[in-house]
């Protein structure tokens, strides 16, 4: 099914699951990983959970800072997507008590 999706032509495609890459002992991770990089075109953004924090690797962002507790010093909060025509999204990390943006950066419209 997933496979089949990939392949459906889009101006974007974005995919979300529970677990980033990096957990490679969670089951499925390394099988989702291996379809993923297989697809054509590219995915644009797969955005993950799991780990209690938020970063940046590489077209994967880690949005677990609404979870408890907390890994490292990110706070509690949220992201947003917002899309960028022709070039695009720019995902910036939003804290929960202020609403302020505590960091932004543009994930580029895979080729």
């Known amino acids: 099914w997933l496979q089949d999706q990939l392949a459906t032509p889009t101006t974007y495609t974005i995919v979300s699951r529970h677990e980033p890459s990096s957990a490679t ?3 499925c991770v390394a099988d989702m990983d291996a379809v993923l990089q297989s697809a054509s075109p590219p995915i644009d ?5 799991h780990t209690h924090t938020f970063e940046k690797v590489g077209h994967e962002i880690v949005v677990g800072n609404g979870g408890a507790p ?3 010093s990110a706070p509690f909060g949220f992201a947003t997507v917002e899309m960028i025509p022709g070039t695009g999204f720019r995902v910036s990390e939003i804290d929960a008590s202020s609403k302020a943006v505590l960091r932004s950066f543009v994930i580029a419209h895979a080729p």
């Open 25 to 27: 002992t969670a089951p």
């Open 45 to 49: 953004l797969l955005l993950v959970g």
């Open 70 to 72: 907390l890994t490292g």
